[in-house]
């Protein structure tokens, strides 16, 4: 499966951001999809993860109650609603693909490039 991420941009503190994650490649609906960041500096960390059927997610405590993750098969798509955005959000985002589910970030068979996220204080 092949993945594309969008939907990055500059914003200011405390506000909201949708990026998206769009797939092309059969079968997408059999894939775990996470989110993952990195920001200048830092290694690449763990944002969210959402099984294939959307029935269940996880997140990093430092997003936790503030991003949403979801996707919608029909259209092999995967959103990461992200409100109540800090400075400390500012990264790259990328999403990634598997059929197993993990919430690290090693071990991915899919990835796609970054969409730069900015959060101004």
């Known amino acids: 499966v092949q993945l594309q991420a969008s939907g990055g941009g500059l914003v200011q503190a405390g506000d909201s951001l949708r990026l998206s994650c769009a797939a092309s490649?059969?079968?997408?609906?059999?894939?775990?999809v996470g989110w993952f960041r990195q920001a200048p500096g830092k290694e690449r960390e763990f944002v969210a993860v959402?099984?294939?059927?959307?029935?269940?997610?996880y997140y990093a405590d430092s997003v936790k109650g503030r991003f949403i993750i979801s996707r919608d098969n029909a259209e092999n798509t995967v959103y990461l609603q992200m409100n109540s955005l800090k400075p400390e959000d500012t990264a790259d985002y990328y999403c990634?693909?598997?059929?197993?589910?993990?919430?690290?970030?090693?071990?991915?068979?899919?990835w796609g490039q970054g969409t730069l996220v900015t959060v101004s204080s």
């Open positions: 990634a693909a598997d059929p197993i589910f993990r919430v690290t970030t090693k071990g991915w068979g899919s």
């Open positions: 490649g059969r079968a997408f609906s059999s894939y775990v």
């Open positions: 959402i099984t294939p059927s959307g029935g269940a997610t």
